[in-house]
């Protein structure tokens, strides 16, 4: 299936920093989405990203879809503790029956 | 409250025996799917299935079987069990409008000795 590349595995900051995340492909996607994960629950949406060269926030969180079609990347603002866990980027291709993609996933760990 | 709920949430079982992993949801949607998830690999999906009645392989099938005879259930069947199937398993569902912001069930997590 088609890869989508999120390095590294595991990221470590500060509570209060900020962070940003992207996450890549060869190939390119007509949807990007990025899910969280908390521990022990299912992956949570966070953004939706329709649009070539969008930009979308969902509180501290912000989004963008990348102008090639082939990344997007995840950024959060000053951290809080609540925020460690599982950041997927998911991207889905052209089609009526295409399937969503997901990528391996960074973890994210805040030291209070 | 709109969600998406597995049963089992935990089972240990052995190799050969037949089980069922049952998902439900209760937002009337369209498309249903199952994934696992194992350590360095992210999420993986099995099957999908954009409606009742229809169902296609996602990227891991082998092993498994699904069915979707009524819009609400979605059960993933593991006919007979072998130890690399020990995984945590996730439903997801979502409106045919816009089938890729899926809502996660809680996770099933599967252990086959």
């Known amino acids: 299936g088609q890869q989508l590349n999120q390095s590294p595995q595991s990221m470590f900051i500060q509570e209060g920093e900020d962070v940003s995340m992207n996450c890549t492909s060869s190939s390119i996607f007509n949807t990007w989405l990025w899910y969280k994960q908390d521990p022990g629950e299912g992956p949570v949406l966070l953004i939706a990203l329709y649009k070539a060269g969008e930009l979308t926030s969902n509180g501290r969180l912000t989004a963008q879809f990348g102008i090639t079609r082939k990344d997007s990347f995840l950024n959060i603002s000053a951290s809080i503790p609540s925020d460690v866990g599982i950041y997927f980027c998911a991207g889905q291709m052209a089609g009526a029956n295409s399937k969503l993609t997901f990528g391996k996933g960074i973890t994210l760990s805040v030291r209070p | 409250e709109a969600q998406v709920t597995q049963n089992p949430r935990y089972l240990i079982t052995v190799t050969g025996k037949k089980l069922t992993v049952t998902c439900s949801q209760n937002m009337n949607h369209e498309y249903m799917s199952w994934y696992r998830q194992d350590p360095g690999l992210g999420l993986r999906q099995i099957y999908y299935?954009?409606?009742?009645?229809?169902?296609d392989k996602g990227d891991v099938p082998e092993g498994y079987k699904v069915s979707r005879k009524e819009k609400r259930n979605f059960p993933l069947i593991l006919e007979s069990p072998s130890p690399n199937q020990t995984s945590l398993y996730f439903c997801?569902?979502?409106?045919?409008?816009?089938?890729?912001?899926?809502?996660f069930g809680p996770g099933t997590r599967l252990t086959v000795l």
């Open positions: 299935s954009m409606n009742v009645e229809v169902t």
């Open positions: 997801a569902s979502s409106p045919a409008s816009s089938y890729n912001e899926q809502f």
